[in-house]
């Protein structure tokens, strides 16, 4: 037994070796890399002094940064609440499907994964900018219902196009557009091992429909709720190309702003910092979230 488990170990380090060299080679090397990076300074174009100072992280700590910084999880939060909300019934309608239709409907929900994000988010300016196509059926509606008031005699003004475009709500709108697969996922692989005979026994014991849904359903399905809320927002607080795209000079996140000292001011230093003040407050968000559910699970268990 005590040789087969030590064949077994070897078996398993041979295995594990070549992904986990992968993995520190080319990911956490060149992390520690940019980490080091964040305590030195500029010594000349081409290189960084690595002197253990914090200069850095204390410009970073400015009013300045740390309000991107804040409106990055604003816009966030409010993506992911949208997911949530949006993304919910879908996954219901996804559990009581048919077995043919729950195929296609997943199939639909993955399909923007085999598109390229850059073309997705072009696709959503044309739909978006002043002369794309949802101004353009407004206009054919609004032309439509002025052409009929005309001929009481009060016509209506000239049609004025929304800015849909480069604020706010084009930022929170993509976003929501890209993430929302990976809100609805988690939410399926959660909803789909329900036991429906608990959904049967509250309706027969004379709970309605909604009283089931709160009390029956969205607790059950706790797990995959924390799972898409995860997965949707923390990706959305270090999106780029998004806001980049999408939002105006005042929509833009700190992604955008880490980008441009890499590249246009060059101040790899300082953009290692944001990079990683951003790290270091996402973990302790998750931290807080993982005391907070343990703290529920020991009180239920209690």
């Known amino acids: 037994m005590d040789e087969s488990w030590r064949k077994a170990k070897a078996v398993f380090a041979a295995l594990s070796a070549p992904p ?112 794309g196509y949802i101004n353009l059926i407004l206009a054919f509606f609004y032309n439509a219902l002025s052409r009929l008031t005309a001929l009481t005699g009060h016509p209506l003004a000239a049609f004025q196009p929304l800015e849909l475009l480069h604020n706010n709500f084009a930022v929170v709108f993509g976003l929501v557009y890209v993430q929302l697969p990976f809100m609805v ?42 799972s898409g809320v995860l997965v949707t927002l923390i990706p959305s607080v270090g999106a780029y190309l998004t806001p980049d795209l999408l939002g105006g000079p005042s929509s833009q996140m700190i992604a955008n702003v880490i980008e441009r000292q890499f590249k246009t001011a060059n101040d790899w230093p300082f953009g290692a910092a944001l990079s990683f003040l951003l790290m270091y407050m996402t973990f302790l968000a998750l931290a807080v979230q993982a005391i907070v559910s343990r703290g529920r699970r020991g009180r239920r268990e209690a």
């Open 20 to 131: 986990v060299i992968w993995l520190a080679v080319f990911f956490l090397a060149p992390l520690a890399i940019i980490w080091g990076y964040s305590f030195g300074n500029n010594k000349s174009l081409t290189e960084i002094a690595v002197d253990g100072t914090f200069a850095n992280y204390i410009h970073a700590i400015k009013p300045l940064y740390m309000g991107i910084i804040f409106k990055s999880f604003g816009f966030a939060l409010i993506t992911t609440a949208l997911c949530l909300v949006v993304g919910f019934p879908v996954a219901i309608a996804l559990t009581f499907a048919s077995q043919r239709s729950k195929a296609w409907l997943l199939l639909l929900i993955m399909l923007p994964f085999w598109t390229n994000l850059l073309i997705r988010t072009y696709a959503l300016m044309a739909v978006l900018r002043t002369e």
């Open 185 to 226: 996922l988690p939410l399926y692989a959660a909803l789909d091992r329900l036991d429906r005979s608990l959904l049967e026994a509250s309706l027969d014991l004379g709970a309605g429909h909604l009283t089931t849904f709160a009390r029956v359903v969205i607790p059950l399905a706790v797990p995959g709720i924390i």
